[in-house]
């Protein structure tokens, strides 16, 4: 193996703990998500609990952070949905060739989304505009998650690239020696 992709592997646990702690914040919102719709729920058929108007906002807000840092975890894995059909019909250095193009469209798209998505972060929409049922809060944590979904497809698309460039110049023997 190259002496640089052995150098470049030891970057390996920085992925593997930014995997885990987006993990962990994607569970918390889950349980976040769970825990206010439950007391909304409750808010709505049991007649001594309150039903607050913030509730639906703050679900929403949840799912999206949860949808797009899923979506950076699903980048990692390699888990996203893809047409493979023809792959086996197609030589291997064709299909790894094309795989290298698809990660810099990714890449691309993530670069997008977080200088863009930071520009409507920035954006008077965003600084002085407010949600409807919580006039304190300010609508900039409505945007942040696509510049935060641009840093992650950044991120891990980095680590799918390395690994796709890595497959051409090491045999697969030599993977499982690693």
Same mark, same amino acid.
């Given at each position: 193996?190259?002496?640089? @992709? ?11 703990? #930014?995997?885990?702690?987006?993990? @962990? ?6 349980? #976040?998500? !769970?825990?206010? #719709? ?9 007649? @001594?609990?309150?039903?607050?108007? =913030?509730? +639906? ?16 975890? %699903? !980048?990692?894995?390699?888990?996203? !949905? ?30 997008? @989304?977080? /200088?863009?998505?930071? %520009? ?5 929409? %965003?600084? *002085?505009?407010? /949600? &409807? ?7 900039? =944590? ?12 950044? !991120?891990?698309?980095? &680590? ?6 890595? %497959? *051409?110049?090491?045999? &697969? &023997? +030599?993977?499982?020696?690693?």
């Amino acid at each position: 193996m190259p002496k640089i @992709f052995q150098t470049l592997d030891k970057i390996r646990p920085v992925y593997d703990v #930014t995997y885990k702690v987006v993990m @962990f914040i994607c569970k918390l919102l889950l349980i #976040t998500d !769970i825990l206010v #719709t439950s007391y909304a729920v409750l808010g709505r058929y049991v007649p @001594f609990i309150p039903d607050p108007s =913030w509730t +639906e906002q703050v679900v929403l807000t949840c799912m999206v952070y949860m949808a797009v840092l899923s979506a950076t975890l %699903a !980048i990692r894995k390699n888990a996203h !949905i893809r047409m493979t059909a023809l792959d086996r019909f197609l030589p291997k250095k064709l299909i790894m060739s094309l795989d290298v193009l698809s990660d810099l469209a990714v890449m691309a798209l993530g670069v997008i @989304f977080l /200088y863009y998505g930071w %520009a409507v972060c920035q954006s008077p929409l %965003a600084k *002085f505009g407010k /949600y &409807e049922s919580m006039p304190w809060l300010s609508r900039f =944590w409505m945007y942040f998650p696509i510049p935060v979904a641009g840093v992650g497809m950044i !991120i891990f698309e980095l &680590e799918a690239l390395y690994n796709h460039i890595k %497959a *051409f110049f090491v045999k &697969e &023997e +030599e993977v499982g020696k690693v």
